[in-house]
């Protein structure tokens, strides 16, 4: 395990805040994630719009189409958000400085990695994207059936990202050759270089949109930590 962090750019995870307590194994590390807000909620939405789509029936060709669709897509929404939401920078208007809650918790989550209680999917961002989720697959789609089976398939991908996000800042050791792909591909982006490597449960979209270079090709960025330059900590050495 050493050796594989070394192999990331030099860097290790220090022991900060919130790292003592991480877990080291998936049954405490499961534990700890259904007992947290974000995990609950998607879990809930995930259950209820299920259970809906089940209760109604008529199942069609079309309903795998969706989830066809939306697992398609993913990885390129997971790209899109990391690169351009995510990752938003502040910016001045009219004298004033423009900058969201969800960038802002974002680069809390950079400068302090370790720690597991800034890394889930902020609770007040669900107050605007539940209602479009609803909205859209509402508009998109001719039947109520085939609407429930996009937020459902939504929110189960929602999960599994919320799930394997969290997992990849834990100390649980990769056993998988697919989740050590996502754990390698994570911490790069963490401690290596914030430009790249931007899937987190998916990485279709870095290959897509060449974000996945050689490691070695890419220099350990100064605002890896810190992702606006405003001195908050570089990359340990």
């Not at 050493?2 to 750019?9: D, E, F, N």
Request: hydrophobic share 45%.
């Amino acid at each position: 395990m050493s050796a594989a962090i070394h192999s990331l750019g030099n860097v290790r995870l220090e022991k900060r805040r919130g790292a003592a307590q991480s877990p080291s194994d998936l049954p405490s590390a499961f534990r700890y994630f259904v007992g947290r807000a974000s995990p609950r909620l998607l879990i809930a939405a995930t259950l209820i719009t299920g259970g809906l789509r089940l209760a109604l029936g008529h199942w069609t060709d079309w309903d795998l189409i969706v989830v066809a669709i939306l697992f398609a897509f993913w990885p390129i929404q997971e790209w899109l958000i990391h690169v351009y939401i995510l990752h938003f920078k502040p910016f001045e208007w009219r004298g004033r400085r423009i900058d969201f809650a969800v960038p802002r918790k974002h680069r809390q989550h950079h400068r302090d990695p370790n720690n597991l209680d800034i890394l889930f999917i902020p609770l007040q961002s669900y107050l605007y994207t539940v209602p479009f989720l609803v909205f859209f697959w509402f508009a998109v789609t001719p039947t109520t059936e085939l609407a429930l089976t996009g937020l459902g398939t939504h929110f189960l991908f929602s999960l599994n990202y919320e799930w394997i996000h969290f997992l990849v800042h834990t100390r649980v050791v990769p056993k998988t050759v697919a989740y050590r792909r996502l754990w390698k591909s994570h911490r790069l982006h963490h401690f290596k270089n914030e430009h790249y490597w931007m899937g987190v449960s998916r990485l279709g979209a870095d290959w897509l949109l060449d974000t996945t270079p050689i490691p070695q090709s890419v220099p350990i960025s100064p605002t890896c930590r810190d992702l606006i330059g405003e001195g908050a900590g570089a990359p340990p050495a």
